[in-house]
């Protein structure tokens, strides 16, 4: 459905306590929303051992928030006008603290994913309603100051999240990962409600298009299930996996045509008409699919191969947002000024170059080494969301912007769901491929072989155990290669994908401003 623009300029600005308290229970809203994302990652080895799954179904508990997060949100704006925005983000985040609460609890993978999506879903509507709210609550020359407050919240979230994540997972337990959403979502919805339910936006009844949701439903719920079971279930070879991607085609190409003639599409998919907004979108997704995939990775390889605790796993993950907070007041600052264009092509590079150094990793690459690469990360960050968001949104008329946002958001965060199955799919496989080259030549008459076995069992190690711990050695060095390749192939990628930022067209610098709203697209 078309999003109706959702902060009309009624209400009165807000002064003094009252607002500083309204910014910082929206902030909480949303970084609470944005850490649930991140703070998972370092966590996934320690749930799924837990849980007694692998770690590649670990990932599950991220793509399942990510997918049903990102069907929620294009019903923000029918919610929104059903329901107000007020009421709207207070139940969001009272129902996120209770499905926070139940995640904790959950006694197997199965129940845990269940929650995931469940939180997901109620999740949709908080991040662009407490934007929304926080720009009603300045005067309109300070609108720029209240996405700038909001915005750091949205970037301090990813620097505390491996941090917050990795110290609960070693110190307490992973399900206290969710249990601290507890205090704060209770005081975010309590100070919200306290100050904003005066200023409620209009109600009116607005029909919802049924068909349209229940397919999209239906197509990326089986287009996920696929990507993320197929390797378990040797992909085409089971028909549990055909059976999903013939279920994700056919509800998928149904979708799009019922959605194009429908009056009131649950999502509207004209806009994919506007060149700027079809390549935009098109390059914002699949480079946040390719960045949120290698941000699960990387914990995922230094925690299960390199020795890693989750505590510096998180560490090392940390310093991505160090850059993208001091960067990204000017990025939001100049995008009005700059060509977007050459800003989100430096983004690109940037990130290029990043995934080349991490494809230089062995197994002897130390923690300062590490850390380098994630350091300037934080750097393409602040040039990428903000520049390709403003490219994509340009042109767009004032009642359509909130309609674009909600769709580009969630052709994002599904290519994130998406690029999480995808990376650790290919991790596995390629591993596979290098442990199989890596012990062709490990035979009886091989010197070295038969001298390594011979020591280790001097050592005192049975016959058995010397074979295993030189395969424990050999994947290590299988994974930390497949780990090296993905890197790689998505740092070509990166460079690949500068060709759709020059498809769109340059912006009228007064409109650039429209979209620094992109703060939202974390």
Not at 52 to 60: A, E, I, K, L, R
Not at 267 to 277: H, P, S, T, Y
Not at 400 to 421: D, K, Y
Not at 461 to 477: G, Y
């Amino acid at each position: 459905m078309s999003e109706p623009s959702v902060a009309p300029a009624r209400p009165e600005p807000l002064h003094g306590l009252m607002l500083l308290l309204g910014t910082l229970a929206l902030s909480l809203a949303t970084f609470m929303n944005v850490l649930d994302s991140s703070i998972a990652n370092v966590s996934i080895p320690a749930i799924a051992g837990d849980l007694g799954v692998s770690p590649n179904q670990g990932t599950w508990v991220i793509t399942s928030f990510g997918v049903a997060n990102a069907i929620a949100v294009p019903l923000t704006g029918w919610l929104t006008m059903r329901f107000g925005a007020v009421r709207l983000i207070t139940a969001s985040i009272l129902l996120f603290v209770l499905t926070s609460w139940l995640c904790g609890f959950a006694p197997s993978l199965e129940m845990l994913v269940v929650f995931r999506v469940m939180q997901g879903l109620v999740a949709g509507p908080m991040i662009p309603l407490s934007q929304t709210l926080l720009l009603s609550s300045y005067p309109s020359a300070k609108a720029g100051t209240a996405l700038a407050l909001w915005g750091v919240t949205t970037l301090v979230a990813p620097v505390v999240g491996p941090l917050l994540g990795g110290w609960i997972t070693d110190n307490v337990s992973w399900p206290w990962i969710f249990y601290i959403n507890v205090p704060v979502g209770l005081l975010s919805a309590a100070v919200t409600w306290g100050i904003y339910r005066k200023r409620e936006t209009p109600i009116r009844k607005l029909p919802i298009d049924t068909v349209g949701l229940t397919l999209l439903v239906l197509w990326v719920g089986s287009l996920q299930l696929m990507l993320d079971k197929g390797k378990e279930l040797d992909w085409f070879a089971s028909n549990e996996i055909i059976i999903l991607s013939l279920v994700a085609l056919v509800s998928f190409a149904v979708f799009v045509v019922w959605e194009f003639t429908d009056k009131h599409p649950v999502v509207d998919l004209r806009l994919f008409k506007g060149r700027n907004f079809a390549f935009g979108a098109l390059a914002l997704s699949v480079a946040y699919g390719l960045f949120f995939g290698n941000v699960v990775l990387m914990p995922l390889w230094l925690q299960q191969w390199m020795g890693y605790t989750a505590t510096s796993a998180g560490m090392a993950l940390a310093p991505v947002g160090f850059l993208a907070i001091l960067l990204t007041p000017l990025v939001g600052k100049k995008v009005g000024q700059w060509d977007p264009r050459r800003m989100a092509t430096g983004a690109f590079i940037v990130f290029a170059l990043v995934l080349w150094l991490r494809s230089q990793f062995t197994t002897q690459t130390d923690f300062q080494h590490i850390l380098w690469p994630t350091l300037l990360q934080g750097a393409a960050m602040a040039f990428f969301f903000i520049p390709l968001t403003t490219l994509t949104l340009s042109g767009q008329p004032p009642e359509r912007i909130p309609a674009a946002a909600g769709l580009s958001n969630f052709v994002r965060i599904m290519a994130g769901a998406m690029g999480t199955s995808i990376a650790t799919t290919v991790w596995d496989s390629r591993a596979s491929l290098h442990h199989a080259h890596l012990t062709e030549s490990l035979t009886a008459t091989n010197p070295v072989f038969v001298s390594t076995m011979e020591g280790l069992q001097a050592s005192g190690l049975t016959a058995e155990q010397a074979m295993l711990q030189i395969n424990r050695l050999i994947d290590q060095q299988a994974y930390t290669r497949a780990a090296d390749d993905v890197f790689l192939a998505s740092s070509v990628m990166f460079l690949l994908l500068i060709g759709l930022i020059w498809l769109t067209r340059r912006p009228a610098q007064h409109k650039a401003n429209a979209a620094q709203d992109a703060g939202g697209a974390h």
